[in-house]
């Protein structure tokens, strides 16, 4: 590039001339003339010229800002650009650092000198300029070598620089806390100033403070209650709120002072950010007082009347923050919340969806839910979803605590499915599966609501849906048993249009199928054991099925007259006619008659099952697997193909030995050993394991087997996973049909889980490898046991899942409906499963970064004196670390500040320290609080100087003990009193 | 820090000013300001003033052709934050006379420098009109 010339300096173009310049040019075009004007600036920026190096940068700061450009390479003329003595071009020099600099600008540490000369300079506006910059652009580098400067600034005379540099002073504290015990003194002293901007300029620094550290500043207190009292600017009002809203949840004292000079500013302000402030920080952290919090409800209740959309839309959010303590303020403003889920602003209807949600609770949920829905129907697709998102997150916080009838939730479930903008298919997913392994009661219900999402052809061609019908397929299969209609559910699962499905989910679907498959031929084969030993049967079928089948029947058997021919129709019109359907057909219809006569005859679930299954039924189903499944054979999915291949081996061998076994059966042979029979019993009771929810803890529940090493290096794995690896890719990728009876060997693998079940391959492969490397295994009967053991681990009624004692179950409901005091239930609650970490979900707390704590430990000692900060000052880190331990636990158990407080209202009368710390109970408490009430009578006549001095006596005492200071440093008691 | 940044943006989402008291790089700025343009553009003037974004507030408010967006952190008075995007066109008003974008656009200095006056490092220092124009009346006597 050339350098500059005369000419470039004589006919330079101006920043005007650059805007007008952009304006001209059509957005197409606007690119090119930019980067040809950047060509200029470059080679102007190097002009020894000052005037027109600064209006390079000038030009350069415009398109930085408004066409972001990058401005990075042009830092140094920048600084350059700040060292001229012209006031206007240091100024664009200052606004070019402003806008670019930041902390790994290398060149930044060039401006230290500078900065400082700007500081101390004459003029003010130079100086004004400079704390400008520097409360932009401030490093560590910058603000330690700064902080002498800055501490001057702050006793300045002139208030113009003072409240810069005041302003500046928070920058500099963030980022070199030891700042703090220079300059914090002379900040406190501003409190006490007369002029509003300084006043303004200091609460803002010590708002953004006790925004992050409450706790230092409650020394401060005193101040801030004066500025409370006596100011009548808004804006240091509004700052001054902020902080006692922090402070007060920390000191109840402190709450009981400044309520009602709060209430006062609320009744007396016409300034409705003021008002707005007051009713937050009443709402927020002053609740429990009564009065305060009426006059703060009756103020948001204007705010929602108000036509300002703005107020509305504040007025809801502070609702919302009352709503956890008193839901008293958001019922009584019901009526205004409901009508703003229909405001135009679709913030306004999130805010009062989210009211709304807050109000639900066990006994309205059923109503509250209902109107939801109706609106949700209403609403266009974003607000609609935002509708069903908040039920579903609603109904299912703490393991469903609010639902009492469950019943109404699962078919809740299936009408949100059907809603046609609902996104939130996952979520229903999870729950529909979570309230299955959850909820025993509910399982029939779903099993319906399973069978009505299935049964839909419809849902199939809606993607959103496919998770949904994965869950209700899964249902289906898992809980089969309480199915009305088996073979109804297999023609759900393996109807045509399932093609449509993902791949993920069709492996569902087919392994549902093998389930129901399993289950109808073990129920046909076995008709007596069916219903008498599978130990999860009688629990579900006699308070639900069998006394439902009394009043019931008609529909019940009437279904099976209905669905058998359907059945059959749609044989005939899908496929061939088949030799054995064929000829079956005519049985089967007087079949379907005399099973009806059956039912009228007996009530009895047993025989209605035994005289369910018929052998042509059977056979049927068998058929249609096979014809609808061999197809899947050639199927890429390995997923759907495995489990197509276990399914079809295990109908072949069916088939072939189903003959035998009827000869068998008619002769009334006994024990006759057949191997289908075998496989489907083993395949049955395997199924018949139940899945419960699983703990998030529970891997770390596995005890960890002797020897093992978790650290260890683990590369000789690879190793040996590079021999295995090689012929995987080979068996997978290739459709190759698999022999039935190589399958049927397989199925002796299958898992009980349906998830964790591995194909054949992957099987023989693992146990392979877990010969050989049986070091990195846990040992495989206690993973079992501990699988099965841990969702009912910690729950009280573990004890019915075992037995299966319909009678115990019902006690206990009994029971946990006692203390509940909600006699008049139609219907109790059942047993939800829950597992203990649910309850107790660890709440991130989150903390505040290490600087905060490092300029509120300078700040409490700069407070509470000097000699607490010589003893911490020496080893800084450790300090900061242990203190931060500290704090947590203050913060965590208020009540025990409470009591420090309380004590050292005490302390003057007693000097033992140490055994303070240990009283416990909580009669102490109330009793302490009330004697406090007392001496702080006392001790308001010897006014604040007593209250300093007595806390740093003691902290003086305390020097040498470290911890035990720092626990202290909140002691400060009597400052308002 | 109070006030994050504030954004001067025309009818046609073309940003005219850009302040941000904490540092964002040019991508995370453009990126936030498509964002937050796209989503306060879109509403009508019978809704309210405040959207929520990322984990900013952003409080704005239309006067004739230019939006003013000031992001705020949670923490903020989103009422007085209006009051504030009020002073400040009042307080362009008494300079310029009758504020347009245009003025704006030719004197992106003087409002920068007035913004500076106004906010520090987030926090508002002053109120005052007449002491916000002191230093840049001066400076105009000077030139």
Redesign the interface.
């Known amino acids: 590039m050339a350098g500059p010339s005369l000419m470039d300096s004589l006919f330079q173009r101006s920043l ?1 001339d650059l ?1 007008k310049g952009l304006r001209l040019h059509q957005p197409t075009s606007e690119s090119t003339f930019i980067s040809k004007s950047l060509d200029e600036i470059r080679r102007e920026i190097k002009s020894t010229d000052p005037q027109t190096k600064s209006t390079a940068l ?1 030009k350069l ?2 398109l930085h ?2 066409h ?1 450009l ?1 401005m990075s390479w042009a830092a140094f003329h920048a600084i350059e650009v700040i060292s001229s003595q012209n ?2 071009q240091k ?2 020099g200052y ?1 070019a650092a402003s806008l670019s600099f ?2 790994s600008t290398d060149v930044i540490l060039l401006l230290t000198n500078q900065l400082r000369k700007d500081l101390s300079s004459n003029n003010v ?1 130079e100086v ?1 300029l400079a ?2 910059c520097l ?2 652009i401030c490093t560590v580098d910058l603000a330690r070598d700064l902080t002498p400067e800055i501490f001057t600034l702050l006793g300045s005379t002139k208030s ?1 620089i003072k ?2 540099a ?3 002073v ?2 500099i504290f963030e980022k070199y806390p030891d700042a703090v015990r220079v300059c914090f003194k002379r900040l406190i002293e501003n409190l006490e100033s007369n002029d509003v ?1 300084i006043v ?2 200091v609460m ?2 010590f ?2 403070l006790a ?1 992050k550290e409450p706790k230092s500043y409650l020394p401060l207190a005193p101040e801030f209650y004066r500025i409370l009292v006596d100011s009548r ?3 240091v009002l ?1 700052k001054v709120l ?1 902080v006692f809203s922090k402070l007060a949840i920390l000191e109840p004292r402190l709450a009981k002072r400044v309520v009602e000079p709060i209430c006062e500013h609320m009744r007396r302000s016409g300034a ?2 003021l008002v ?2 007051c009713v ?1 920080t009443i709402l927020s952290s002053l609740s429990e007082y009564e009065s305060a919090l009426k006059l703060a409800v009756e103020k948001v209740r204007e705010f929602l009347v108000d036509d300002d ?2 107020l ?3 007025g809801l959010q502070a609702l919302l923050v009352v709503s956890l303590k008193h839901l008293w303020a958001v019922l009584e403003n019901k009526d205004l919340v409901i009508k703003s889920l229909s405001d ?5 209807k999130l805010e009062a969806l989210q009211l709304v949600m807050a109000m639900v609770s066990e006994d309205n949920v059923h109503e509250i839910c209902k109107v939801l829905i109706s609106y949700a129907l209403k609403s266009e697709p974003a607000f609609c979803n935002e509708i069903l998102g908040s039920i579903l997150s609603t109904c299912c916080r703490n393991v469903y605590e609010i639902i009492i009838d469950f019943d109404w939730y699962v078919s809740l479930l299936g009408e949100i499915s059907r809603i046609p903008h609902c996104q939130n298919g996952e979520e229903i997913e999870k729950q529909l599966i979570d309230i299955g392994m959850r909820v025993k009661d509910v399982r029939s219900e779903l099993v319906r609501v399973g069978r009505e999402l299935m049964i839909d052809p419809a849902l199939l061609g809606n993607p959103v849906i496919h998770r949904i019908l994965s869950a209700a397929a899964w249902v289906s299969g898992e809980y089969v048993e309480l199915s009305k209609n088996p073979f109804e559910l297999m023609e759900a699962l393996l109807q045509p249009r399932t093609i449509l499905l993902p791949p993920s989910i069709r492996a569902i679907y087919v392994q549902s199928a093998f389930k129901v498959l399993i289950f109808c031929l073990y129920s046909y084969l076995f008709p007596d054991e069916a219903v008498a030993s599978s130990p999860s049967l009688p629990v579900d079928l006699d308070p639900g099925v069998t006394s439902s089948i009394s009043p019931k029947e008609f529909s019940e058997s009437s279904d099976v007259v209905v669905t058998e021919p359907l059945a059959d129709r749609e044989m005939d019109e899908g496929f061939n006619p088949r030799d054995i359907s064929q000829s079956l057909e005519d049985v089967s219809v007087g079949n379907g008659g005399d099973t009806v006569i059956a039912h009228e005859q007996t009530s009895c679930s047993a025989t209605l099952k035994k005289d369910y299954f018929t052998q042509e039924s059977i056979v049927k189903l068998l058929d249609l697997v096979e014809r609808t499944l061999c197809p899947l054979m050639g199927t890429h999915e390995v997923e759907i193909q495995e489990r197509v291949g276990n399914i079809r081996g295990l109908t072949e061998l069916i088939k072939q030995e189903l003959p035998e076994f009827l000869v068998h059966k008619e002769r009334n042979v006994e024990g006759v050993k057949v191997k289908a029979l075998e496989i489907v019993k083993l395949m049955h009771d395997a199924f018949l394991e139940e899945l419960g929810p699983v703990s998030t803890s529970a891997q770390e529940r596995v005890p960890i087997p002797e020897g093992l090493m978790l650290m260890e290096n683990l590369g000789d794995l690879e190793g040996i996973c590079g021999d295995i690896q090689l012929p995987i890719p080979s068996q997978f990728c290739f459709g190759r049909p698999h022999s039935g009876g190589r399958e049927s060997t397989s199925l002796f693998n299958q898992q009980t889980d349906e998830e964790s079940e591995t194909s054949y391959e992957c099987t023989s492969l693992l146990a392979e490898h877990r010969k050989r490397h049986g070091l990195y295994y846990l040992p495989s009967e206690k993973l079992e046991t501990i699988s099965n053991a841990c969702p009912p681990a910690k729950d009280p009624q573990h004890s019915d899942d075992v037995n299966d004692d319909g009678q115990d179950l019902v006690k206990l409901t009994e029971q946990s409906l006692v203390p509940k005091k909600k006699p008049n239930r139609a219907k109790p609650r059942p047993v939800v499963v829950k597992l203990d970490e649910v309850d107790g979900i660890t709440i991130a707390v989150s903390k505040p970064e290490s600087k905060d704590y490092l300029i509120s430990g300078a700040v409490r000692e700069v407070l509470l004196g000097n000699e607490v900060s010589s003893a911490q000052h020496k080893l800084p880190d450790k300090s900061s670390n242990k203190r931060r331990e500290k704090d947590k636990l203050d913060i965590d158990q208020p009540s025990e500040t409470k009591e420090n407080l309380a004590n050292v209202g005490k302390s003057e009368t007693s000097t033992s320290k140490k055994s303070k710390h240990h009283i416990p109970g909580k009669e102490r408490k109330h009793k302490s609080s009330r004697t406090n009430a007392d001496e702080r009578e006392d001790v308001q006549k010897d006014k604040t100087k007593s209250g300093h001095h007595n806390p740093r006596h003691k902290a003086r005492q305390r020097a040498d003990d470290n911890v035990d200071v720092i626990a202290q440093t909140p002691v400060i008691p009597d400052f308002l009193l | 820090m109070g006030i994050r940044f504030i954004l001067m943006v025309n009818k046609q989402g073309q940003t005219r000013l850009a302040q941000y008291f904490e540092y964002l790089t040019l991508e995370e700025r453009r990126a936030l300001e498509g964002e937050i343009v796209r989503k306060c553009l879109a509403r009508n003037d019978q809704q309210c003033s405040f959207v929520e974004h990322r984990n900013y507030k952003i409080v704005y408010r239309r006067y004739a052709s230019l939006f003013f967006l000031v992001g705020v952190d949670n923490e903020e008075n989103e009422l007085a934050i209006l009051e504030f995007i009020h002073l400040l066109v009042e307080t362009m008003d008494r300079h310029f006379g009758n504020v347009c974008e245009l003025d704006i656009m030719f004197h992106l200095e003087k409002a920068h420098f007035m913004l500076e006056e106004m906010v520090m490092n987030g926090c508002i220092v002053e109120t005052s009109k007449s002491n916000i124009l002191t230093p840049i009346q001066l400076l105009d006597k000077a030139s």
């Not at chain 1, 135009?344 to 306004?348: A, R, S, T, V």
Request: net charge positive; with cysteine; aromatic share 12%.
């Open positions: 005007d805007i000038q700061n415009y800002s408004l972001g990058d006031f206007q100024k664009v606004l930041h902390s506006f004004s704390l400008e409360s932009m113009f409240k810069k005041i302003a500046t928070l920058r901007g303004s300029a803002g620094v708002c953004e925004l600017n808004n804006w509004i902020k409705k950010s707005f402030e937050r959309p703005n509305k839309y504040l135009d602003d679709p913030n306004i």
